[in-house]
């Protein structure tokens, strides 16, 4: 594929944003499901990013005794998804367009993404993830700064049983889900609007912002989607990512065209 079908060039502005409805986001994760049974090995790959990911981190936080904090992490983990998730945008791309499937060129799409505008929202996505891991441990340390826990049981006797522990849940709640709505509304829409078109990072996040505020009740419904998927996946071990994470992955690329002209 080359460089001139990877992306569409548009005349000067930001993209005009449609209404949807909450039938559109149903429509949007039936067409997810229906790429993923038609490329299911494309999401499986992907989706087995999550996991090793998932286990490097559980892995990294035993060796280094702080086992306490996988809970914390695994719940910001998913904020890294839609960098991630760029490859499943182009597999469904590809399938929308009729264009043939190709892993060597589906990862070059990816490789290439360095070298444009996608590449400064992984800065946006890692630094908001950054500030995820540093709330949690400063909440930790004020609320529980004279508490000991060693262990993933611990931590959650401490946190559901202490007038301490109830909280650091209920100000961690909201200043995760403050965070997860920034990271919701900047990424939803910018990432694969900047993957099919030449548009500066910006402009792609407030066109997001716009899609997210102008259609603000069915894409909470598809952030609610997202977040009960992803842990309901996340419970076997990380091992549901693979099928959770490509689905909704091929739905937001589907949602997107939905969203944006």
């Known amino acids: 594929m080359t460089e001139q079908t990877e992306t569409i060039q548009r005349p000067g502005g930001l993209p005009q944003v449609n209404k949807i409805s909450f039938a559109d986001v149903g429509q949007a994760l039936g067409q997810g499901w229906h790429d993923f049974m038609r490329a299911p090995i494309y999401g499986l790959i992907f989706g087995g990013f999550y996991i090793v990911g998932g286990f490097a981190i559980w892995a990294a936080l035993s060796i280094y005794d702080m086992p306490w904090m996988i809970i914390p992490i695994a719940i910001g983990f998913p904020l890294l998804g839609p960098f991630i998730a760029v490859g499943l945008y182009e597999v469904s791309r ?20 360095k070298d444009r505008q996608l590449g400064w929202m992984a800065f946006v996505v890692l630094f908001i993830f950054w500030i995820w891991v540093y709330q949690v441990r400063l909440l930790l340390a004020l609320f529980l700064g004279f508490k000991s826990f060693s262990s993933i049981g611990m931590f959650v006797t401490i946190i559901t049983t202490t007038s301490e ?12 889900a403050g965070l997860s709505f920034v990271l919701f509304a900047s990424t939803v829409v910018a990432m694969p609007l900047l993957l099919e078109r030449e548009l500066d990072f910006v402009s792609a996040i407030i066109t997001s912002f716009k899609a997210v505020t102008k259609n603000f009740v069915p894409m909470i419904g598809f952030a609610a989607v997202i977040v009960l998927f992803t842990f309901v996946a996340m419970a076997p071990v990380f091992l549901g990512l693979a099928l959770a994470l490509p689905v909704l992955g091929h739905a937001t690329w589907h949602l997107y065209k939905k969203l944006v002209v």
Not at 169 to 175: K, P, Q, S
């Open 94 to 113: 590809r399938l929308q367009a009729g264009e043939p499937l190709k892993m060597g060129e589906i990862f070059a799409v990816m490789f290439r993404q």
């Open 165 to 176: 522990g109830f909280g650091f849940l209920a100000v961690g709640t909201l200043v995760g």
